[in-house]
Structure formats: structure tokens, C-alpha cells
Nanobody, 116 residues
């Protein structure tokens, strides 16, 4: 399993970013996928998930600001982040929900820095 996140960068508070994740996985269309983040000195946490049917779930900290989506034809997962806050600063990773549960399959994340 290879998971490559991209799209991070430096943005001012209130700004927006769109993260992308390319997944090399034959079962992608059937996998529940998610975005997760890890801030300095903190544990990795769930940001958002999307199942094979397109149902979504969000962490309380990002509800109403972030939107997860997927394109099964391209094996891609996206995270649209609006109204960013300094506390959103973290390295963002994509993974299968299963991989998150067993702490495995982590690929390279992408750094998001939000300045105040």
C-alpha cells in the first residue's frame, strides 16, 4: 500500500487549502479512507473519513470547515479545508481507516502551517 499526500503549505488564518492523496491500492474503491493529522507534541488524530458509499464523518474540531471527498476512478482522496485556524497546523496524512486502527500503512504526510 502506498499513500502519498500533497497540497500542504503555509496559509494565513481564515484561508483555504486543498489536500490530495494518491493511493496505490487495488481495493481502493471498497476501502474506507480518511485524513488524519499530527501536531507537534501531540498524538495523531482523526480529521475526516469517507466510506466506499461516500458517507462522511468529521472530527469535532473541523466540522463545518473541512470536506472530504474521493474519486474512485483515480484512486484519489481529497480534503478541502476552509476557514483554517492556527490550531489546524499539523502534518496531514491519508490512510485507510483500517490502517489507522492498526497504526500501519502510513505514507508521507504533507505539512499544513496556519499563521495567525
Amino acid at each position: 500500500v502506498q499513500l502519498q499526500a500533497s497540497g500542504g503549505g503555509l496559509v494565513q488564518a481564515g484561508g483555504s487549502l486543498r489536500l490530495s492523496c494518491a493511493a496505490s491500492r487495488d481495493t481502493f474503491s471498497r476501502d474506507a479512507m480518511g485524513w488524519f493529522r499530527q501536531a507537534p507534541g501531540k498524538q495523531r488524530e482523526l480529521v475526516a473519513t469517507i466510506n466506499s458509499g461516500g458517507s462522511t464523518n468529521y472530527g469535532d474540531a473541523v466540522k463545518g470547515r473541512f470536506t472530504i471527498s474521493r474519486d474512485n476512478a483515480k484512486n484519489m482522496v481529497y480534503l478541502q479545508m476552509n476557514n483554517l485556524k492556527p490550531e489546524d497546523t499539523a502534518v496531514y496524512y491519508c490512510n485507510t481507516v483500517f490502517g489507522f486502527s492498526i497504526d500501519a500503512y502510513w505514507g508521507r504526510g504533507t505539512l499544513v502551517t496556519v499563521s495567525s
